[in-house]
C-alpha cells in the first residue's frame, strides 16, 4: 500500500530478528526497514527490480547514468522495454529489447550502496554500483562510534560500508539515560522496575507492570524520543493470582455492557490472564475507547481484540430499538440489569445481563411485544454483579 515500497504485509514497527546465513551474525530489524527509499527523502535511496517488475515509483539505475531516477511509467511489449523516468525537470525515456532472467540472483530487487545501507538486511542480496558486481549483507560491525554494514562480495572481497552520517545511531549510554528519564516521566519508581538496554539505534525494555495499559504507554512514549531506530518491548503484566478468570471476565463484561458503546454479539473469554473480545459493530462508528479500557483491568496480561464491522443499511429499525431499550431501562423490575437491542439479519437480538431467570423472561416477553412477528433471539446472560 505504500507509495514507494512494500513493507512485506506487516504492520510497522514489527521487530524481525535476521540472522546471517554465512556467518551467524544477528541484529534486530524492523518491518519499516523492508522499505527501498524514504518517501520525505526519495533522492537519498534507489532500488533496482527485475526487468519484469518495474512499477511507477520504483527508483532504477541505468548503467552509466550520474545517479538513479525514478519511474514514471513502464510499458512493455512481446519483444521492447519501454521505461519513461523523471530526468531532473523533465522526462526521459530508456527503450531496449525484452530480457528475461531464468534464475535472478535477488527475486526481490537489489540495493544500492552505500546510501541504501541503512536498511539492509542480513542476506540481502547487494548491487555495488561502484564496483559494479554483486555481493550479500554478512553482518553488522562497530568501528569506533561508527556502524558499518559488512559485504560479501562475489568475487570474495569484504567491503565495509559506513552509515551516511544522518543515520548514525547514538551512543547507547545516551540512549539509556534518555529512555530512563522518560519513564520517569510517565510514573515515579517507573524506571526501576524496567531494564533498559540500547545497540545500534535499539531499545530493548524488560520488566513487570500493574497492567496492558501501563505497557502500551511506555512503548508509545518510548517509540517517540527522537533519533531511536525503535523499540523492543519485551515488558510483561503481572498476573495477579487474587483476581480470578472469572472475575476478570465480569470486569470486561461489565465494561462492554454499556450503551455508550455502539456494539453488539459481543463475546469475552479469559484463561489464565488472557483476553479474548471479539464483538460487531456499524462500520465507521468504531468503540476506540473500549481497548483503552480494558487494558487498564489490573490482571489482564494480554488482550486480542477483534471486531467485525456490519455496514448500516444492514442494521434495520435502529429508532425502534432505542425505544425498546429505554422503555426497558423504565421498568423497576428489570433493576441492576442492562439490556441491549439490535435489529440484525431480519430478527431482533437482546443481549446484556439481568440478574435471574425471572428478569430474563420479562426482558424477552416484553421485546416479543414490540416486535410483534418478527423473530427473537436471546444473548442474555444471568449475572448477581
Not at 227 to 251: T, Y
Not at 305 to 316: C, D, F, R, S, V
Request: charged share 25%; proline share 3%; glycine share 8%.
Amino acid at each position: 500500500m505504500e507509495e514507494y515500497s512494500t513493507y512485506g504485509g506487516i504492520e510497522r514497527g514489527i521487530p524481525l530478528l535476521c540472522v546471517c546465513t554465512h556467518c551467524g551474525t544477528f541484529h534486530v530489524a524492523f518491518s519499516q526497514e523492508f522499505a527501498f527509499c524514504h518517501k520525505d527523502e526519495p533522492s537519498d535511496y534507489a532500488k533496482v527490480y527485475g526487468y519484469n517488475r518495474i512499477f511507477p515509483g520504483d527508483w532504477l539505475y541505468f548503467e552509466g547514468a550520474a545517479r538513479p531516477c525514478i519511474v514514471k511509467s513502464f510499458f512493455q511489449s512481446s519483444d521492447r522495454d519501454v521505461v519513461v523516468y523523471k530526468n531532473g525537470s523533465a522526462d526521459a525515456k530508456f527503450e531496449g529489447p525484452k530480457i528475461s532472467i531464468e534464475r535472478e540472483a535477488a527475486p526481490e530487487g537489489y540495493r544500492l550502496l552505500p546510501a541504501q545501507c541503512v536498511h539492509t538486511l542480513l542476506g540481502d542480496h547487494i548491487y555495488h554500483v561502484l564496483r559494479k558486481q554483486f555481493g550479500v549483507a554478512v553482518g553488522v560491525v562497530k568501528d569506533e562510534t561508527k556502524d558499518k554494514l559488512v559485504v560479501k562480495m562475489d568475487d570474495g572481497l569484504i567491503v565495509f560500508m559506513s552509515y551516511p552520517r544522518y543515520a548514525e545511531n547514538p551512543p547507547n549510554g545516551d540512549v539509556v539515560l534518555v529512555v530512563r528519564k522518560q519513564l520517569e516521566l510517565l510514573s515515579d519508581g517507573l524506571s526501576e522496575d524496567i531494564m533498559v538496554e540500547a545497540g545500534q539505534g535499539i531499545v530493548y525494555l524488560r520488566g513487570f507492570v500493574d497492567c496492558l495499559a501501563t505497557k502500551r504507554a511506555i512503548q508509545t512514549s518510548v517509540s517517540e524520543i527522537a533519533g531511536l531506530r525503535g523499540c523492543v518491548n519485551m515488558v510483561r503484566v503481572r498476573k495477579n493470582s487474587r483476581i480470578s478468570d472469572a472475575d476478570l471476565e465480569q470486569c470486561i463484561w461489565n465494561i462492554m455492557d454499556d450503551a455508550a458503546h455502539p456494539i453488539f454479539k459481543y463475546s469475552v473469554k479469559v484463561k489464565s490472564g488472557a483476553a479474548k473480545v471479539t464483538f460487531y459493530y456499524e462500520d465507521d462508528v468504531y468503540p476506540n475507547e473500549l481497548k483503552s479500557k480494558i487494558e487498564s483491568i489490573p490482571g489482564i496480561v494480554s488482550l486480542n481484540m477483534h471486531g467485525t464491522a456490519i455496514l448500516k443499511e444492514n442494521l434495520g429499525k435502529q429508532d425502534l430499538c432505542r425505544r425498546i431499550m429505554n422503555k426497558l431501562a423504565s421498568y423497576r423490575f428489570l433493576k441492576n440489569s442492562f439490556v441491549h437491542v439490535t435489529y440484525v439479519g431480519k430478527r431482533f437480538l437482546v443481549e446484556g445481563r439481568v440478574t435471574n431467570i425471572v428478569q430474563r423472561e420479562f426482558a424477552l416477553l416484553a421485546v416479543a411485544g414490540f416486535a410483534r412477528s418478527v423473530a427473537v433471539g436471546n444473548r442474555l446472560r444471568i449475572s448477581k454483579a
